[in-house]
């Protein structure tokens, strides 16, 4: 990712430390994953993370009212954070092993995949509580139908 800060000073962003999973993180300057590695069905998870590194790992489930998150799904993943004031942006990088697919909570992966293979996938970024940018064209971030095919090579 990298976020552009055009029309603020980019000491202006929030983000702060905290614990693994809390939803305060959704009231800060966030990016956003969302990958569906088997686009036939509905499991996917929700990748979230701040300026500051700090992470949110959900499942989303679908209920009649909306979405509920499962928060037991807790895989190693990484982050990495570059901050450049000088060209008013933020750079993000993240890294999610293929075995944290085939976790206790969230087991959606049975072989890693193969070139050809396809995935969905959506990226988001938030600004304090607002869905600012995607890579697709949607209503909302968990809008499915619009993500955008991840092929391997």
Request: charged share 30%.
């Amino acid at each position: 990712f990298t976020c552009e800060e055009p029309d603020m000073r980019i000491d202006s962003i929030v983000g702060s430390e905290g614990p693994r999973d809390a939803f305060s993180i959704f009231n800060e300057d966030i990016l956003e994953i969302f990958l569906q590695p088997d686009p036939k069905k509905y499991d996917y998870c929700h990748l979230v993370f701040n300026v500051a590194g700090r992470i949110t790992d959900l499942i989303p489930k679908k209920m009649p009212w909306g979405y509920a998150n499962v928060t037991k799904w807790n895989p190693t993943w990484k982050v990495k954070i570059r901050i450049d004031t000088k060209a008013s942006r933020w750079t993000a990088e993240a890294a999610l092993p293929f075995d944290a697919l085939r976790d206790e909570h969230f087991n959606v992966l049975q072989k890693n995949p193969a070139k050809g293979d396809v995935w969905k996938i959506n990226l988001g970024r938030e600004r304090r509580t607002m869905e600012y940018s995607a890579i697709t064209v949607l209503k909302n971030f968990h809008e499915r139908a619009s993500y955008r095919e991840l092929v391997f090579e």
